[in-house]
């Protein structure tokens, strides 16, 4: 499945013909690549697992933590969003 999302993500990049590999990558870029591994490997820790299966188990069972969990996600995702450009990602 990872190989599967790798390579869709190269096909997609390829159709939007954004697909242009260099050998050399903005020092921003480099720094917000292991900031958001750091924490996506943290949060996978903290979770036990699959936090994404975490969220789909507990809002299809009606409980609280997957209603928390798309709460923080979304927060996250907007506080992410907002500090792109301090990293030189547009």
Request: with cysteine; glycine share 16%.
């Amino acid at each position: 499945m990872n190989f599967g999302i790798m390579l869709g993500a190269l096909v997609a990049a390829a159709l939007a013909r954004k697909f242009s590999p260099s050998a050399k990558m903005p020092k921003g870029h480099i720094i917000a690549a292991i900031i958001g591994g750091l924490m996506l490997g943290y949060g996978a820790r903290i979770a036990f697992g699959c936090n994404i299966g975490a969220y789909f188990s507990g809002i299809g069972s009606t409980s609280m933590h997957g209603w928390l969990w798309f709460v923080a996600a979304f927060a996250g995702s907007i506080i992410g969003t907002k500090l792109r450009p301090k990293f030189g990602l547009t």
